[in-house]
């Protein structure tokens, strides 16, 4: 399935219906619209305007179009913000008021926000909730984007100071929580709380751990009743949210998608890649600046499926240059529809672009759309054509997504604990995680993410690269499954309230692995020691933990031989972090060991299963030979892959790996 | 002519005596005096005193000197912004006042500022106005300087939604213009309007562009109003402002202008040389710290003596080492009197130095003088003694500079929308300008630098390095001009308003060069592609230009074989950026069709023409033999040209190439 | 002697005792507590509650340990800064209160503040000032750590206005003194000065040094005055503080350390290594990251051992991996002991080790102590024991530290004037200073850190690496000294008020180094001139004098062959900055002409006397051959130095070079 990002209001209304028709003659089924149009439903306090959106509904419907209506509280009217100031978040660096002339302009405390968000959003629900064109809605737009999730506002200070009370009863319970007494940091009631921001140095690790906590909750909060308002105006119909990825948001996803039908990714491969690759050296961001990181996208897309354990869509893709990276390159050829068919791949069940046609003025001018300003379809538009045929002679959404045979551990508090208490500044959570995920990818492994609560019983391998607070129950389900666990270090290092737990780490894991950690150091990341594997020596660096066992097999050790990877049975802890090669190696032998089928084609090739199909996608601006055994089973492409080109065949075993 | 800047009110009245003696035995005809003395004319509100300056005019005056004075309103006492608080400007990256203590101190939106800022200058202009001995005057010093355009105050705000008023008239049509409606971003009535500051994400490009023209037009309107009011008292004198580069100040300098009966500059090459090229690796930044980049001088004084069209001074010429820099070095042996010899070459008829004497106190005490503290003579003396001689015996003000024939268009507008929309990172307006600026210059060609607005049809060709913004009016004047145009990337790129054409850029432009840009990428620097020209491979980078055209001559292409330069009759579009080689080949070429002489006699050697006389600037510290056909007409110096040597000799035509 | 940091209200009264008596098992002495209490002293405005500390006293006590007590006002707690925010100090740089929630918030310049502080440490010295196992007190903690010694708030100003009017009498004379006519900078009364803070552009540095010396002269009183507070009520006991180095704080520290009975040194080798040398590249930071460099740790020793001319301690001695810096390495194998040693060899009477027990909570959770949370030994422990034992076989207390025979002037007015002139970027104070001592400490050649007031006439050299203010007092000093004096370029710059002295500097250091200095230029450090001596070509960069002398030796040219280093019998002035390299080949030939002994042994070997004992410390991983004339007199070690190891003879001569 297609969809497209459309903007009515952009447009004059005698526009609309040549929109309409050239979208269903693109195969189209879903247009998203609505979720910035706040100025127009509601131009004045308490005047609702209807009458634009029922008439674009009712255009698009009568092509055969179906409308994803976006609440639009992702930007607020001036007005509102004028009427109610309380509602402009403030900057937790810079203590200034984040203003009105952009969007996501309002702070996740403010209750008159929330009332106000809820009765807009409402008032849309009622009049489209049993609309026979709407078959689904759209949450806000892309939550907490812009650094929104954290807000250092007098209302925040407030609603937090609420939040802890809630969680901890008393002031004392609070003060022995978080260890006040260690710089005379006591309170004597909840009033006395602040932010723990704007302090001479360092604040306690343990208030800001709460304090990300409780602005996640908000976050949540606001979310669910907002889903709650629409699910009961809108019985039956579709309710998703279009993520951007948790590391930017800091807020638990997992949490955050409860209650939506589905999730959706915003799948913006280039612009990320550029800014998240910005020290690259020259050689390597050019290998991929037009492509994108070849685990990048799926990273992202892999994490958005497993929020809720199925569906996902692509909300937003990429269809050309776009505007808000630091530098903008055009896509390889192709591209558009490479990515397409990748997101298919790795499960999406439809893939809907932004936008249709490239705005001509405003903020986003510069971003490409499927049509120019002047109304020429740009390079996107046959590439989709393509992608769209290809998927349909693959028959390709018969193919459900399966459960994957890894699964990486992922979740907002080890993100939490890590930019708290850096310890190192090369131990960056997102780099450490995307890092396992690349290695696995290579490997040609499909993955699923989990949380820390998930039901390990169904996966081979299990793995956290970054798990600091763990809990009973947590030790409890992995004991229940027979996968192989492996914990990269600082797992299990901190209590639920950021404290060293006294058994020392890594606290309760050691009922399944019986080992202390006795000292951490941490290294610049240009200066990392040795980590000796089977007779190779890799990298052990950044955080290097010195590791304890009375038992255990020692599977690697430290340049002067001292154990740094343990195993106990089916858990394996590592007491280092490590370079690529050695991930590759490692989970390769793992697999090996656990029958999973490895694909590791070489460095730009990456191999994907969905159901029975089997697909190899060409990072490379060049041909490559996959190394298949025959060509009797390809269904598209050829076996020599063509640059920027997928080819897909049938899988032998109609099972996953 | 020469001249000095001197401050009698740092030294006892003593010795003012002996000071303009020894100016005047210097040679010296000039003495900018009084535009940081406020708090000496009025050490209380109210309450002036002229009389110490009447003495100094009065010693000077005896001494033979003529006085240029100046408008002390670059520094506001202290008890003006304590009884006016609003006057301080506020910094838009900060929210903060930007207090006293220093200078330049005063927000252009201030109508108190305006005011005061009148009434000490029509005081002095009726004390001096008719004064024999005050020949001009210098408005103010350095406007803008120090990033004082822009203001984030309340005051600015409420200017600013008075100027919107003024310009678009209704609300509507402003949300219309700026495209309002993409994110709910629409105003009910001026009074809502903010300034585009501390909002969540990026703010509408428009509104900026607003922003940017309301702050220039505010400066515009304060230095106006002073000229008409000195104008007014001292009529028949001379009037200037020392203006520091356009690019650092984002002012419509040209606007700026108007009304001066000349143009000056500061002349400071090596400091300047310092903070602009401080990424500079070790090797490349030695060559030229103590002469400045042979190109970087003469940048801003030919942007100087374009402004109003005429004649130019040097203001203030680095006498030796500065204090401001990030790294200040000793000029090399005998760079003063190059510097001069320069100034003069390119068209000034005179230089003054900045200062008499170094100041043993506050913060310029690390600027050198012609003096030291103690009186002794600094190098800077014998040097500019030598440069009095030389263009006495060159007779050089008898050869009035004239017209070039090449054109480059500058503007403020051009900057602003690079700054506003960077889009890449490495697009940056002047080092692009700079770029194409020095590609002339190393073929030892003169250049005018134009307003978008000048007539072209005096020119042989026309070049628009950064040009986003045109209208019919200026593809009119290109028509009418016979010139050969050529227009970087993203000429045409936007409209008024800071909207995408609607028939695509080049927008107006098409009328003379009928192509579409249908998309465009902006690489990394160091990530560039290829351009293909006459069977070289150059540079493709930073900005690169899909062109679609009918017909035109292709003259350059990418490494992908499409169109990358396109020629239509005398309109040449170039759809890339590219490298210095490119540009000095392709310019080298175009020249020698266009009959222009060139002379690219390496990378250390700068040619000019003034008048009759050809000049030869060595910036290396080694001697070099000048290609020149014989000796007969040198007329300075030598054929083998000194380390930082000058040499001068009679043009074969007296008309300039 | 050995002592610990210990926090009874961390921890289970009932774990105390067992602490204790452990602790004196370990042969620990000393038992530094109480200075973060604040909030357990007087949880309620008023309330004391003295029970549990009696109590812990006692049971140390019990133990046969002795007591330092802290005052703990580095850290007021909640309800003190509810009830008067007026103590907290406002960021200079952001104008933003700094708050509550970690440490030092509060403002020197606050009455209230310095009333409660002397109020608590009134009621601490009442009740313990005659207790018989608090042997003595420690004042704050770490004075002015993280930037806490100047504040941008009200408070301040008004302070500094009063400041002023004591300073300068009349108005007229501060403007006088500063220069204020510069830029109309003119005050009219003391009431309207302004702190030199959020002006426009730079502010008068005259104002600058001044608002340094107001900020450094709060601190000293408020030192000062509770330093009395103790005194009066604990007659006889000890009184000390634990200093950070000076160049973080900016603060005379001769000036505060003034009264103490003894000044006490925080040494933490590795967080100030990884955070000063953090552009280093890998293979020279990889080379010390576990060791720190080889005189940094000592850098800071004798500093603080030379700030009241006397006895030291080392009160807080890092045991393992902090968690403070960028990147927190594992100290290499035996480091603990290392340096332990190293400090005693460098005239320490007693090394405390900061904490006895690893804290499982709050901001230092991941600092090692000698236990670890569960209460296992960590790596210190035995370390300590072995440095212990070593220490009593040395009996090396009875050797005292005697004067050595080489000065290093220094002093908080040299680093204020270069961060507020830095004239060149990489003038950097302190990496002079460092390089200085380095470069001597290469030698193995003990130096003693003295202030500017110092009697020099025990010296044999004296070097001033930044010594820009002197006056007439210290030029007779030198007068009255034999030594050889060597200064720096800057030397005598500048007058006491920040003017540049009218004869030319080095101003007063005339009389005995009769030169003056024409020019002064700035280079980037890695574009430096040469240095011709002895045949020799060094670099002569970043700061670089043009000097003219009638007579004096020259000793060292520039590349030109202009004097760079002129001799005036017992004086010697460098007219440039240099590299290491020339700083070791010289002072080792002023050395061996003025009979001092050197001990030039290598990149990673460092000798130290203390009385009659030669100490050898290695900083390489390999063991090396020491050049001892034979193994007779080696007391501890071999002349085979181990790898992190030290080695004690000796000395043929009792007393030092």
């Known amino acids: 399935m297609f969809g497209i990002c459309y903007y009515p209001e952009h447009w004059p209304e005698s526009q609309w219906k040549t929109d309409a028709r050239m979208m269903a003659g693109l195969g189209l089924t879903y247009v998203r619209i609505g979720e910035f149009a706040w100025s127009r439903l509601e131009p004045n306090p308490g005047e609702l305007n209807f009458a634009w959106l029922d008439k674009a509904i009712e255009i698009l419907n009568d092509a055969g179009l179906k409308v994803i209506l976006g ?60 609309h ?155 290998r ?39 530098n903008n390159p055009r896509p390889a050829p192709g591209m558009i529809r490479f990515w397409t068919l990748e997101a298919f791949a790795h499960g999406a069940s439809c893939v809907c672009y932004f936008r249709w046609r490239q705005a001509p003025f405003a903020q986003e001018q510069m971003h490409a759309g499927l049509l120019r300003p002047d109304g020429s379809k740009a390079d996107a538009w046959p590439q989709m054509e393509q992608a769209r045929d290809e998927i349909k002679a693959l028959d390709l959404l018969t193919h459900s997504p399966s459960r994957a045979s890894v699964a990486l551990i992922s979740g907002a508090e080890a993100q939490w604990v890590s930019e708290i208490e850096r310890q190192g500044e090369a131990y960056d959570f997102n780099n450490i995680q995307f890092e396992f995920y690349s290695a696995l990818r290579a490997l040609g492994v499909n993955v699923d993410f989990v949380s820390v609560e998930a039901d390990f019983s169904q996966y081979t391998i299990v793995i956290a690269p970054s798990l600091p607070i763990i809990d009973e129950a947590f030790v409890q389900r992995c004991k229940r499954s027979k996968a192989t666990f492996i914990f990269a270090p600082r797992a299990g290092a901190k209590t639920r309230e950021f404290a060293y737990p006294l058994t020392l780490p890594p606290g309760p894991l050691q009922a399944i692995a019986p080992l202390r950690v006795l000292s951490v150091e941490t ?135």
Chains 1, 2, 3 share one sequence.
């Open 132 to 286: 026979n064109a709407v078959i689904g809605w759209q949450t806000d737009n892309e939550l907490c984007c812009h650094d929104t999730t954290l807000s250092g506002s007098n209302t925040a200070k407030q609603a937090f100071q609420c939040w802890c009370e809630q969680r901890y009863g008393s002031i004392d319970a609070l003060n022995e929580a978080w260890g006040n007494v260690f710089w005379s940091m006591e309170y004597r009631h909840f009033g006395e709380i602040d932010l723990p921001l704007g302090a001479v140095t360092e604040t306690n690790p343990a208030h800001r751990l709460a304090y990300r906590r409780f602005s996640s909750d908000k976050v949540i909060d606001f979310h669910q009743q907002m889903i709650a308002v629409i699910r009961q105006h809108a019985p039956g119909k579709l309710i998703t949210h279009n993520f951007i990825p948790m590391v930017d948001t800091g807020v638990d996803n997992y949490a955050l998608a409860k209650n939506l039908d589905f999730t959706s990714y915003d799948n913006y491969p280039l612009g990320r890649t550029d800014l998240q690759f910005a020290d690259w050296p020259a050689e390597k961001l050019q």
């Open 523 to 657: 290294l610049r990341a240009d200066c990392p020691g040795e980590l000796h594997w089977q007779g190779k020596i890799y990298e052990a660096g950044i955080w290097r933990e010195e590791l304890a066992a009375e038992n255990g097999e020692v599977l690697g050790r430290y340049e002067d031989g001292k154990p740094a990877i343990l195993q106990f049975g089916n858990v394996i802890y590592m007491g280092t972090l490590t370079c690529s090669d050695f991930l590759k190696d490692f989970f390769h032998a793992i697999c090996d060991r656990a029958g999973i089928a490895t694909y590791r084609w070489g460095e730009d090739i990456r191999v994907c299963q969905r159901g029975a199909l089997m697909f190899a996608f060409n990072y490379a601006g060049e041909a490559q030979d996959l190394p298949l055994p025959d060509d009797g089973d390809i269904v598209l492409g050829q076996r020599r892959i063509a640059p920027y080109g997928v080819t897909v065949w049938k899988s032998a075993a109609s099972a996953l790996q």
């Open 288 to 326: 991929y600046m037009r492509t994108g990181h070849p685990d990048f996208g799926t990273y992202y897309q892999d994490q958005t499926r497993g929020l809720n354990d199925g569906e996902f869509w692509i909300m937003e893709q990429q269809p050309g240059p776009v505007n808000w990276a630091a």
């Open 71 to 130: 609440t639009p509280t992702a930007t607020p009217p001036k007005w509102l913000v004028d009427k109610w100031p309380e509602v402009l978040p403030v900057s937790p660096e810079t203590g200034r008021v984040r203003g009105f002339g952009s969007r996501r302009h309002y702070d996740f405390s403010s209750k008159i926000y929330l009332r106000e968000a809820l009765r807009i959003s409402e008032e849309m629900a009622k009049r489209y909730g049993e």
